[in-house]
């Protein structure tokens, strides 16, 4: 987290681009009707400009609605004027919500990661709310996380619970296949 606070504004912004066109080059991504991502927040990887792609080129997209109980609800996408501030300063949809089983309609779900190791144990923020999110989906719905350069990681720790992702998006590197 701390080299994340140390990148300038320009190079997230630079990083998030580069996210951006390696998720939409992705085979799968061209396949997909329905999308869940997530509106980033803080240092994460910029993702408004691939939410907005997304929406744009015709897929479904779903994002997170954050719930008292951590755990995630699910609301469409409408376009930029379809968010507002929600908790924890996340900006959320404002559609009406479709609940916390919406996400196993997707057919791609792109989820937040600190860091990722090459056998798909993702380290998020340690709220479990993605946790949750993905034990809800089958293990053939391609799942992504999106990572600077330098979070692809040999090994990081991991629970139980703790559910894996297919593929990360490195900023700068593109995509790797995990597992």
């Excluded at 609301?75 to 559609?95: H, K, Q, V």
């Excluded at 990681?153 to 297919?166: C, F, I, K, N, Y």
């Amino acid at each position: 987290m701390a080299r994340r606070r140390a990148m300038s504004a320009a190079d997230r912004a630079a990083a998030g681009r580069q996210l951006r066109d390696s998720v939409l080059e992705m085979p799968e991504l061209q396949m997909a009707g329905t999308v869940a991502a997530y509106v980033s927040v803080g240092t994460e990887p910029d993702t408004l400009g691939l939410i907005f792609a997304l929406w744009k080129r015709g897929s479904y997209v779903l994002l997170p609605v954050l719930q008292a109980d951590r755990d995630l609800d699910w609301a469409s996408y409408e376009g930029p004027d379809s968010l507002a501030a929600g908790p924890r300063g996340l900006m959320e949809p404002t559609e009406p919500r479709r609940g916390v089983t919406a996400i196993t309609s997707a057919d791609l779900i792109i989820v937040p990661a600190l860091a990722v190791d090459r056998a798909g144990r993702r380290l998020g923020r340690g709220g479990g709310s993605y946790d949750r999110a993905l034990a809800r989906v089958g293990t053939a719905i391609q799942t992504v996380a999106l990572l600077y350069e330098g979070e692809l990681l040999s090994e990081v720790p991991a629970g139980p619970h703790d559910q894996t992702v297919r593929t990360a998006v490195i900023a700068g590197q593109g995509i790797s296949r995990l597992r």
